[in-house]
């Protein structure tokens, strides 16, 4: 059965630096995976879509990058602003046509210091 | 602009009591599912519809009901056997090009 996880749970940063947040999934046969942003107490904003043939996605300062065969996704956010903090999420849709439900990782708390 | 409709945003259910949460979209998109979200847990599927009248159980459906009677439509009822019910409830919907678009969610309570 697929497992996500995210590294790390919680990352407090000051505003303005560069950071890196971590997905790693057990199973390679993904059909794609997504970046989600959720505030507290909202649903999922979609952040990135990586297709299993692609290598990265681009959208303003966040860039998701994934090597399937290593199991491995990485979020970078450059330039970061206190907007940022949020519980960011990733998610695996299995191969086989990906109409059978995301598996979750449970999240990167993150904190943007004024 | 398209999106996910969910109501209520909060809901509140006594003992004993089945209780339907909405979800609506207008997307016209073909999947739709229902996820279930505890602190400190990841998101786990509940129930998920590929197309009109017909519908699958997600890996925790027990105490669940659905029903997928229109496209644009795909409410879940909690049912009284559902013991532990207090959550957040999110709905999605799926695009091949634009993967899965959610609702807001609804905060269900027990009282």
């Known amino acids: 059965k697929q497992e996500v996880t995210q590294i790390p749970a919680a990352l407090s940063v000051p505003e303005g630096e560069n950071l890196v947040l971590n997905c790693s999934f057990t199973d390679s046969a993904i059909y794609n995976l997504q970046w989600f942003r959720q505030d507290p107490g909202k649903g999922l904003t979609s952040l990135l879509l990586i297709q299993s043939s692609q290598r990265e996605q681009t959208s303003g300062r966040l860039n998701a990058s994934l090597d399937k065969s290593s199991g491995r996704s990485t979020l970078y956010i450059a330039a970061s602003q206190p907007g940022d903090s949020a519980t960011y999420l990733c998610?695996?849709?299995?191969?086989?046509?990906?109409?059978?439900?995301?598996?979750f990782g449970k999240g990167t708390h993150l904190i943007i210091q004024p | 602009d398209g999106g996910i409709t969910q109501s209520p945003k909060y809901l509140f259910r006594k003992e004993g009591q089945n209780v339907t949460l909405s979800c609506e979209q207008n997307l016209n998109h073909d999947a739709m599912y229902w996820y279930r979200q505890d602190p400190g847990q990841g998101l786990r599927l509940i129930y998920y519809s590929q197309i009109v009248n017909d519908f699958q159980k997600g890996d925790i459906a027990e105490g669940y009901s659905v029903s997928r009677e229109k496209k644009e439509s795909f409410p879940l009822t909690v049912t009284s056997a559902q013991k532990n019910p207090t959550a957040f409830y999110l709905c999605?919907?799926?695009?091949?090009?634009?993967?899965?678009?959610f609702g807001s969610g609804t905060r269900l309570t027990v009282v």
């Open positions: 998610a695996v849709n299995p191969a086989g046509g990906g109409a059978d439900g995301l598996t």
């Open positions: 999605a919907s799926r695009s091949t090009r634009r993967g899965y678009t």
